[in-house]
Nanobody, 122 residues
Framework: VQLQASGGGLVQTGDSLRLSCVVSARTNLNYAMAWFRQAPGGEREFVVTLSSRGSITYANSVKGRFTISRDNAKNTLYLQMNNLKSEDTAVYYC?????????????????WGQGTQVTVSS
């Protein structure tokens, strides 16, 4: 399974961005998908996960501002980010793993995209 993330960029506080993650294989069955992010000097942190059963869990820091979705026909995962803040600045990674659970840890995910940079200026 290969993942390729795109859609990052430089925006201002309050702006919106939509990230995309194209997956090389059908992952709508028995795969959990997620977005993580890593700020400069920081550890990779959980943003949101979409389980194979359709359950969605967001980190508190993005709840109400970010929305995860999936287009199975296009094998693409999305992250709609609204009302962006400077603290959202990070490299964003999409990830996938087999299983029907809800996974928050980076070591739970086997497959990773290359990351896309999101920079929010104030």
């Amino acid at each position: 399974v290969q993942l390729q993330a795109s859609g990052g960029g430089l925006v201002q506080t309050g702006d919106s961005l939509r990230l995309s993650c194209v997956v090389s294989a059908r992952t709508n069955l028995n795969y959990a998908m997620a977005w993580f992010r890593q700020a400069p000097g920081g550890e990779r942190e959980f943003v949101v996960t979409l389980s194979s059963r359709g359950s969605i869990t967001y980190a508190n820091s993005v709840k109400g501002r970010f929305t995860i979705s999936r287009d199975n026909a296009k094998n693409t995962l999305y992250l709609q980010m609204n009302n962006l803040k400077s603290e959202d600045t990070a490299v964003y990674y999409c990830a996938a793993t087999r299983g029907d659970g809800i996974y928050y840890r980076t070591d739970s995910y086997l497959y990773w995209g290359q990351g896309t940079q999101v920079t929010v200026s104030s």
